[in-house]
């Protein structure tokens, strides 16, 4: 999992009865980012704990998350990828919305390249919500421009 040991969650939303969608803003090795997670409640206690699913991006790229999330408006019928972001020669955050056992799901998710191959494919890294969720999920991203 990318560390979030400093981060601070900025804004959250139910994912389901299990899990919140929790953005906010973290440091790690020196480097700003924000990030966009699920956490779930921890065992012994109510406090939420970060999950492996999620993304984090260099706060320089906070707009283009943003901006990213909010091109899915026109796109929420569709399958198919609406924003890319390049985090490194090797790595981009794709946003889009795909179909998954007959639900329509939103992704933010990271894909990379791998060895000599130049296409970027999945990784584990991501997020995945409900297409019902949408505004919930463009208001708290909308919040880390704040």
Partial sequence: MEEEIKGT?????????????????????????VFVRTYA??????????????????????NELVQGVQA??????????VAKIKKNSKQEVWIGMSIFKERPLIYIRTYAVW???????????????????YPQLLEVVQKLTT
Avoid at 125 to 132: C, D, W
């Fill in 41 to 62: 409640a921890g065992l012994e206690d109510e406090e939420l704990v970060p999950t492996p699913s999620g993304v984090s991006l260099a706060a320089e790229l906070t």
């Fill in 72 to 81: 899915l408006k026109d796109a929420l019928k569709t399958e198919g990828v």
């Fill in 9 to 33: 969650i900025i804004a959250q939303f139910p994912k389901n009865n299990r899990e919140m969608i929790c953005v906010g803003r973290s440091e790690f090795q020196g480097k700003q980012l």
């Fill in 115 to 133: 060895g000599d191959d130049p296409e970027f494919k999945p990784t584990k890294k991501g997020i995945s919500v409900s297409t019902e969720l």
